[in-house]
């Protein structure tokens, strides 16, 4: 069968896409809950207000990151993105509360809800239209290494289930007449939408505290590395060590140290690890590999009482 391939946009276009798609949801729901003064359409309504700011701090974020290297940040403005997602988690947390300070409310003095079918059926679109969204969104997410994008797209995801909850909720009370089930609905959804933002934040502050890179790509490098490396007999010619990852964003940075006999001319060791540079990047796409070159007698030493002082 053939497969779907989507266009490639870039995260700046996306992020715009995210805020147009917001604004006809915030109108959608709105609507939605105007006729009917469900409390749950309106925590659904909410949580879209939160997707138009998000989308425009992610919008924000992503063309500062997409800066290029200046005298004052010489390694670029990649990180930039994580303060998207954490902004984003701390606007879902805030959302998140105030829906369960209005449903809490309207638990003990529920309220009929009017025109359910018009409601649900305007919930219902702006859901798909979400759902279309955040599916484009995590492809690209991939393909571009953008946590901005990623944690758009999971809010939108969080957005989708929580109108899933809001339309069943109103369905059970048109067809049990129990009114407090469309509070105790928004205190779900709430609950749910809570936890999303509390793993945006954790997310973001990872990366901004310089995370090592995935396991599936340290072993890209240690394979990489592994062709290099050699070894006659019991002694090792070339070896590598000191391998430490980070990243930065959608950029990655590794830096090693490359032991090599202490015989060999400087333009050999550094055609090598011109050679070794070359591989690491080829094999792990946004990488920059830093390699110090030592003698295959020399160790170096980190952490020391003097570097803790």
Excluded: C
């Amino acid at each position: 069968m053939p497969t779907l391939r989507l266009p490639n946009w870039s995260p700046r276009t996306l992020l715009w896409a995210s805020v147009v798609v917001a604004l006809i949801t915030i109108t959608l729901k709105t609507w939605a809950w105007w006729i009917t003064d469900s409390v749950g359409l309106l925590s659904d309504a909410m949580e879209s207000l939160v997707n138009l700011a998000s989308a425009i701090f992610g919008l924000v974020m992503v063309t500062v990151a997409a800066q290029p290297a200046d005298e004052e940040h010489p390694y670029g403005h990649h990180k930039a993105e994580y303060f998207s997602s954490g902004f984003e988690g701390i606007l879902i947390i805030v959302a998140a509360l105030g829906i369960i300070w209005t449903a809490g409310h309207r638990l003990f003095e529920p309220q009929p809800i009017e025109q359910v079918g018009w409601g649900l059926l305007l919930s219902v679109i702006s859901s798909a239209l979400n759902g279309l969204l955040a599916w484009v969104m995590f492809n690209a997410a991939k393909v571009h290494r953008s946590i901005a994008l990623e944690a758009d797209a999971k809010h939108l995801v969080t957005d989708v289930w929580t109108s899933v909850g809001v339309v069943l909720g109103i369905a059970l009370v048109s067809v049990t007449g129990w009114l407090w089930l469309d509070a105790v609905v928004a205190m779900g959804v709430a609950l749910n939408i809570l936890q999303e933002g509390w793993h945006l934040i954790w997310r973001s502050s990872q990366g901004l505290m310089d995370e090592a890179l995935e396991p599936d790509v340290l072993a890209k490098i240690e394979e990489t590395l592994a062709g290099f490396a050699h070894q006659r007999g019991s002694v090792e010619i070339i070896r590598f060590d000191h391998v430490t990852t980070r990243k930065a964003g959608q950029r990655r940075f590794v830096d090693l140290h490359m032991h090599m006999p202490a015989a060999w001319s400087l333009g050999r060791a550094a055609a090598l690890r011109g050679s070794v540079e070359q591989a690491l990047m080829s094999a792990v796409p946004g990488l920059r590999a830093t390699i110090q070159l030592l003698p295959s007698d020399v160790e170096a030493h980190f952490d020391s009482q003097q570097d803790l002082l």
